[in-house]
């Protein structure tokens, strides 16, 4: 049986790594999805990968660090829906700046994609989801909204603030019928951890990655798909008494 029939589901950072797999995996589960991502060319790809397999899916291209893109992106996704019921905001970026090298530029950026996208989107998606009589709303968090990480200020800050604004809306739209949870994934297999650990080979990429492994009990990098399925069930009916949620990801990372 599948976990999302029919369902109207609006994923944001959609063409790559975490949000792709959502894409796909929400599809296969009866979703009709609305990829949005900044990225045309990748989420035309995915899309249509979707679609190759019998999924439904349409991309709707957006740069989430404009607050008026965010807007439009659920309302276009709300048109080409007819409605919305599950919203995913997985956009969000890191910083590894210290304060010794404080950039109020990028801490502007960081705090802009991570939290205020996922602010506008889901305000935007209100609205449809109270005329569907309720839904669910997934926030992408991290680790690093549980814990510290010391080379990473403006990336803890934007994801705490992340779990502070899943645990308002949860509250505040419980009497709507609107679940709020949100996913805190460990170091995942993607581009943008990539990125973090650096593009390095040999003994010194080795090194980073046994750095970035050494607090996870696991001792292993997450698949995308195994976020993908954290936010499925939450998404889903499945998790119809649960609200509030900060559900790690991560290995056994923040139990250590
Ligand atoms: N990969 C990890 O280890 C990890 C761990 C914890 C949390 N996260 C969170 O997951 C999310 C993305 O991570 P990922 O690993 O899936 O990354 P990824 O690099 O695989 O994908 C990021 C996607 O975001 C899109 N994007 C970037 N800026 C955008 C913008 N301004 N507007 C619209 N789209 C934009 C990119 O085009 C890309 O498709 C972030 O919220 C991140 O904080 C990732």
Known sequence: MSRLPGKACLITAAASGIGRAGCE???REGARVV??????????????????????????????LDPAACQRAAQEAASL?????????????????TLDALDLDD????????????????????PYLRRQGGGSVVLTASVAGLIGLPESPAYNAAKAAVLGLMRSLAIRHARDGIRVNAVC????DTPMLQGYLGTSEGDEGK???RRALAPVPMRR???????AHAALWLASGDASYVTGVALPVDGGYVAG
Do not use: K, Q
């Not at 990829?35 to 957006?62: K, M, N, P």
């Not at 829906?81 to 700046?97: E, K, P």
């Not at 990098?221 to 976020?227: A, K, N, Y």
């Open 25 to 27: 995996l929400f599809a």
């Open 35 to 64: 990829a949005v991502d900044c990225d045309a060319a990748r989420l035309h790809y995915v899309v249509a990968g979707i679609r190759a397999t019998g999924g439904e899916a349409r991309g709707v291209v957006a740069d989430l």
């Open 81 to 97: 829906l007819g409605g919305i019921d599950v919203v995913w905001n997985h956009a969000g970026m890191s910083s590894t700046r």
């Open 107 to 126: 801490y502007g950026r960081c705090m802009d994609l991570n939290v205020r996208s996922a602010m506008v989107v889901t305000a935007a998606a209100l």
């Open 185 to 188: 994934p460990g170091p995942i």
């Open 207 to 209: 090194a980073r990655l």
């Open 221 to 227: 990098l997450g698949r995308p798909e195994e976020v």
